[in-house]
């Protein structure tokens, strides 16, 4: 017998033929046509998406992810003149940067046009749009003739997903499809940029970096906006992206070091936890000083770049939640430009 409004486990449908491909594009946008949610690759992390015109079937999105109703979310297009449809204004500048970034991991904040309504911008008088380079959501965007609202297919302030396994496990009860279309090759979320602002400021950072982007604005500035009362932005609120696991951030020189600092982690933790902790429920990420796999529970190694540090960060959070880690620490990264959009990613998510 079925509960009342109860789903049954998603649909999840493959695309690595183009049989399949052609199958899961069409049943998808049949579904986003009705005023479904479903899940969708993209290039960055898997989205959780609705048609952007229609504010109940963005509402739908906010009830499954447990989303708090003053955080807005992206619009996806797959064409530029889908995205001028979004907005009320289109300057010089916006052509430049999508010439330079798009399709890619870059949201541009601008104000948004009659047709995006109040629900997807949280009540603000500007909206994110992106155009994704996934070759899935794009081809379901033209499928569907209209923008896709998509933030992440996951609880809110949880981990994003990266892959269709993820989705599954966090939001498989809650839709209807999810769209297998293999792992997030960027790994975090998009850079956004508030072009409704002079200088354009960075809202949230990414992997197309300031200095990318400063060679097509010429200037920019950074964090104006982010304690406004009504935000531009998605992944500005204190907790973000974190996982069910208590999540620090550490040093050290070697492994005495190291458990000595998880040990004082782990003390302070024991004063709230019923059970007793110990580091064999521990998931070590590191990528420069690699402890011994001897006491802890899991050791990750991520190569020491931040583009393949970005693409397997979730992955790996996601592997030491599904092993019931009571703690994960991650080796700190460096304080350089190319690292901004990780530490970011990182602390949001160590905030208790």
């Not at 491909?21 to 989205?47: I, R």
């Not at 109940?56 to 001028?84: C, F, L, Q, S, W």
């Amino acid at each position: 017998m079925s509960v009342p409004g109860s789903r049954m486990a998603a649909q999840v449908l493959q695309t690595h033929t183009p049989k399949l491909f052609a199958a899961a594009v069409s049943h998808a946008a049949q579904l986003l046509k009705k005023g479904e949610v479903v899940a969708l690759p993209t290039e960055t992390v898997y989205g959780l998406a609705a048609n952007a015109f229609d504010p109940a079937a963005v509402g739908r999105i906010y009830d499954v992810k447990g989303r708090p109703a003053h955080n807005p979310t992206i619009v996806h297009v797959a064409e530029i003149e889908m995205a001028r449809r979004c907005v009320s204004k289109w300057p010089p500048l916006a052509n430049k940067l999508a010439s330079a970034f798009w399709p890619g991991p870059l949201t541009v904040v601008l104000p948004r046009s009659s047709s995006v309504p109040d629900i997807v911008t949280a009540g603000g008088e500007t909206v994110g749009v992106r155009w994704p380079s996934h070759p899935l959501i794009q081809a379901v965007i033209r499928e569907c003739g209209f923008p896709l609202a998509a933030p992440s297919a996951n609880l809110s302030n949880q981990l994003s997903p990266t892959n269709a396994e993820h989705v599954l496990k966090g939001l498989g009860d809650k839709i209807p499809l999810i769209v297998d279309g293999g792992q997030s090759q960027v790994g975090i979320e998009s850079t956004v940029l508030d072009l409704s602002v002079a200088p354009p400021c960075i809202l949230r950072p990414g992997m197309i970096h300031e200095q990318s982007l400063l060679a097509v604005t010429g200037e920019l500035a950074t964090g104006a906006g982010v304690s406004a009362q009504i935000l531009k932005s998605p992944g500005q609120l204190p907790r973000h992206y974190a996982p069910k696991a208590r999540l620090v951030i550490l040093s050290w020189r070697d492994d005495s070091d190291l458990k000595e600092q998880v040990l004082a982690v782990i003390r302070n933790m024991q004063q709230s936890s019923p059970h007793p902790l110990t580091p064999d429920t521990c998931h070590i990420i590191s990528h420069t000083r690699i402890p011994s796999g001897t006491g802890w529970a899991q050791v990750s190694v991520i190569p020491h770049d931040p583009e393949a540090f970005a693409r397997a960060l979730y992955a790996e959070m996601h592997r030491g939640d599904a092993a019931g880690a009571e703690l994960i620490v991650i080796e700190a990264v460096p304080e350089n430009a190319e690292w901004n959009a990780i530490r970011d990613r990182l602390s949001r998510a160590a905030t208790p």
